[in-house]
């Protein structure tokens, strides 16, 4: 029995050591890191921190309880220094202090008493005197402080509500329906791309009695699965027509979700198809009479018989095409196709994807158009050959490293134009050797005739563009109500910097005012040019985010915040666009956005946008070309096996580059939520109807599993759809979620749980046989989010009952 208590005692008595000795390690950590932090310019806080759990730590050694109190005055002056940094924002006090809470929770227990101080009568006087009541004295009053410092800092609100967020949501009649409209004919349901589904079965009032209907796999091998899922199918009929991400083709039954074929095997490996196109050849009722349009990871366009999935033998040679027709010699993948194609006048226009960053000399961003019967070139748009139409002569291909278009397309019939999203010139963080076409198109929105390829106008967002500012989102067209009853012709254009442009879609001048406003010029590599200025769309919301502050680093505890706000010091930064350098900088928004491809909706009834986006800052620097060399940074023999995030050759250049997210230890983003928002803008006035964060932090941010499931607002892939019954579905979050909001006032009344990450904009339409509206949203996850691993289509409807007791939207 004595044994016994003598080895409780040693037990006591190790414990008592250890504890002191782990704040002692955790102090010492602080006064390093808080040093170089000073030493930086950097927040004294951390390195008084540290000394003062020293402190502390050394009088539990002691067995002092005096160590209790110094430990309280840390809590204490952390919660206001929290305060004073961000306000009584709890993204920052929240994390901040639970560290400090959790790893004083054993100081208040009885075992604490027992193993780490000494009998109360022993204490010093300072115990007595101290109380709660003494501690509470000192919360109220570090509270107080904090938020008065804070008070008399400048504010630094989020860019997005310098447009005004008074607006409320429109009121206009709803238009008529016809029966195509229970369909979904293109990629954004319309040639303009608005998303929009003039469906009204789904309401607010009974949107919660959503169910699931079926689920679709579209599978076919391990490879499929293994390459996320962003398509958006289209409905025909009474079929939906869908890929997955090495470019299979399938068509499925819109009602049962039953397959009723798929193409074979993709011929070689893909990456992303974002969807499919339709035509139907006049007056031909035969095959192919309906054709589906398609593109393969093997840079083929493809024409399949909509009824038997074969392929139609008069398009092209036996139903493809080669598109590496004229194209610059290249390892395999470095161009391919991965958003639908449109399907404007006969024709078939596509641009392509050409792999970011590898080397001066990547294939051409050419424009191409097709046509839709017999497969055969219509017309080139090459932006080094503009006056040439056909391909280019014997011997010669078309001119490589222009800008491409890779994200989706739109078109207007009536005015015979057909719009591209333009991305920026290889390699994406040298400009060096760019030649005057490539400043002249890159990062731009076009508009060419439909008929002829030749260029009607061009709007360049971003001058130069240093950044890997792509113009990804599908450029959206919309008729803009003006007053005496007329309507502009608009066309908006959504971007990775956060910016939303709106122009006239007949002639490309800006329909909301843009300013060109200085932009940073300090810290360029001496081969670079840079522009001076920069054009921002000051009469829209922007959604690119704060401009950043020490203040804002963020992390879950005072280490990694401390590790943030050093990377942060150490890093270049000077507002957005920040150019590149030896020397490592940050970009924010990101390579990612603002907004992605994902783009955006219009409720056109009311004409108002709706818009996800992301707000995540990437950390980047050049390396010289020796030490690229030494360290065998070399361009990617198969782009198929690329990553998006990491060193970019730029062979041919002086500079290789580097690129990451800009994160902590833990794997999370360094500055402060959200990194999601959706929003809603009134298109007539500019202003800012409503905005809330997208996405959950129960699963995870970038691969940490964060436990508590609180909305903080996570990156986002993919868009939205709205419909005329007053809704707004997105998934496009990490969580795997598809939520319903009312578009009206953002409120969320409906959300499932996918098997899988919804990196894909939802579609709707109304089955022939049941009369029933159903939801429809892509689950496979995202090659670039690492979320794959499967590749569904997951529909809803309300019940049977339900959907009787409402009138048939669409005539049959």
Known sequence: MGRLKHERIRSRGLIGRLYPLLLILLGIILIVGGLWLAVLGGSLYYLLAGAALVWSAGLFWRRRREGRWVYAGIVAISLGWAISQSGFSGW?????????????????????????LLPAETSSRLASVMGWRGFGAAIALAILLGAGLHALDPDNPDPIYQAGQEARYPARSAGKLRPADGEWRAYGNDEGGTRFSPLDQITPANVSNLKLAWKASLATSELSLDQGLETTPIMIGDTLYACNGVNDVFAIDAETGKERWRTPAARSQGRTCRGVAYYRVSRDRGLCAERIITTTGDAALVALDAKSGALCPHFGEGGRVNLLDGMSAAPRHYYYVTSAPA??????VLGGMVLDGQYWGEPSGVIRAFDAV??????????????????????????????????????????????????NATPDFFGGRRRPIDDKYSSSVIALDASTGRLRWSYQTVRHDLWDYDVAAQPTLVDIPLPGGKAARALVQATKTGDVFVLDRATGQPLRNVIDMPVPQEGSVPQERLSPTQPFSVAMPSFRGPVLRERDMWGITPLDSLFCRIKFKRARYQGIMTPPGITPWISLPGFVGGMDWGGVSIDVDHNVMIVNSSVIANISWLYTRARADAANIRPANDAANGDLWGPAAQVGTPYAAYTETFKSPLGLPCHEPPFGRISAVDLTTGKLIWSRELGMAGKSVLGLPVLVPVTMGTPTTGGSMTTRGGLTFIAATQDRILRAFEARTGALLWSARLPRGGFATPMSYISRRSGRQFLLVAAGGSHGLGETGGAELVAYALPAKSSADNKPSVAE
């Open 92 to 116: 920052q006090i929240v994390p901040q202090m639970l560290a400090w809470l959790v790893l004083g929770t054993w100081m208040a227990t009885s075992s604490f008493e027992r193993t780490q």
């Open 343 to 348: 399907v404007v006048r006969g024709k078939i």
């Open 374 to 423: 017999t497969g055969k070139l219509a017309w080139a748009w090459d932006m080094g050959a503009p006056d040439r139409r056909g391909p280019p002569p014997a011997g010669q291909t078309y001119t490589h490293s222009t800008p491409n278009s890779w994200g989706p397309i739109s078109a207007d019939e009536q005015l015979g134009l057909v719009y591209l999203p333009i991305g």
